[in-house]
């Protein structure tokens, strides 16, 4: 007898419960009936049907039901995670290169392609400073105007100019 392995992918199908619904589907649509009966007993004059908790239910439970429905094979409420989460990712990413040597901080000039100093740019000076130097910069900072500027590698560069 021939042992075939099915991968993960295939194997791994939403249960459908109930007309074609699966659970989560089921959990989505019950939340707006337990609204109403919130809305219903709650709100004045209690446990009676008036035009303004039908306008509240409406409002409020049909965008609820329709992250039910399916698109594509998936329903809205996991499209709708997927574009949140792309929405509010990172866009810079910042990396520390910290090492275990004590050294001072490392100076570096930004200079172009012929060996000169930028002229369109101001003169910007790079500091890298290690975790276990004990340096006071506030005062030096206050007396300077930092903004931040990230260049095409994605690093995160400071420009301290003085006021």
Wanted: glycine fraction near 2%.
């Amino acid at each position: 007898m021939k042992t075939s392995i099915v991968p993960a992918q295939i194997t791994s199908v939403e249960d459908v419960i109930a007309a074609n619904l699966s659970l989560t589907q089921i959990i989505i649509l019950i939340i707006p009936v337990f609204m109403a009966a919130l809305i219903f007993s709650g709100l004045p004059p209690f446990m009676h049907i008036k035009l303004y908790k039908l306008i509240i239910l409406f409002v409020i439970c049909l965008p609820i039901s329709l992250l039910a429905l399916r698109i594509n094979g998936q329903i809205i409420l996991k499209w709708l995670a997927v574009i949140v989460a792309y929405k509010t990712r990172p866009r810079v990413y910042l990396f520390s290169q910290q090492n275990s040597c004590d050294c001072l901080a490392e100076v570096v000039a930004s200079i172009n392609e012929n060996g000169e100093n930028a002229i369109s740019e101001p003169e910007r000076t790079f500091l890298r400073l290690l975790p276990k130097q004990d340096i006071e910069i506030t005062a030096f900072l206050k007396s300077k105007s930092v903004s931040y500027v990230a260049d095409k590698e994605g690093r995160l560069n400071a420009i301290i100019e003085a006021k």
